[in-house]
Nanobody, 120 residues
Framework: QVQLVESGGGLVQPGGSLTLSCAAP????????MGWYRQAPGKQRELVAS???????NYADSVKDRFTISRDNAKNTVSLRMNSLKPEDTAVYYC??????????????WGQGTQVTVSS
C-alpha cells in the first residue's frame, strides 16, 4: 500500500545531465538506507547507488565519478544527480528504501519506476 514517490526521468542526449528525486512517506521511519536501482530490457535489476542513514555511499563501477547520490534524512528524500550520461544508462530507474521493521527485519519499499532514456 505504501510506496515511494519518484520523479525526474526523461529523455536526454549523451553527455547531458538529469536528476532523479524520490520521497518516502513521512510515516515510514527508521529507514536505514535509500538508493536507486535500474533495469534495462533483458537485464537483471542492478544497484546504481545507495546511501545509508549515516550518509555512507556506494556506487556501481559503471557510474562512479558520474553520478552522485544525496539524502535528506529529515525529509526522507533521496536524489540522484546523473552527469555525463551515456546510452548504456538507459533503463527504468527505481527508488528503494530499506526500512528497519524490528523483529521482521529489513523491508524494502519501492518507487513505481521512472524511464531514463539517453539518446541522440
Amino acid at each position: 500500500q505504501v510506496q515511494l514517490v519518484e520523479s525526474g526521468g526523461g529523455l536526454v542526449q549523451p553527455g547531458g545531465s538529469l536528476t532523479l528525486s524520490c520521497a518516502a512517506p513521512g510515516s515510514i521511519r527508521s529507514i536505514v538506507a535509500m538508493g536507486w536501482y535500474r533495469q534495462a530490457p533483458g537485464k537483471q535489476r542492478e544497484l546504481v547507488a545507495s546511501i545509508t542513514s549515516g550518509l555512507s555511499t556506494n556506487y556501481a563501477d559503471s557510474v562512479k565519478d558520474r553520478f552522485t547520490i544525496s539524502r535528506d534524512n529529515a525529509k526522507n528524500t533521496v536524489s540522484l544527480r546523473m552527469n555525463s550520461l551515456k546510452p548504456e544508462d538507459t533503463a527504468v530507474y527505481y527508488c528503494n528504501a530499506k526500512h528497519f521493521r524490528g523483529i521482521i527485519g529489513i523491508v524494502d519499499y519501492w518507487g513505481q519506476g521512472t524511464q531514463v532514456t539517453v539518446s541522440s
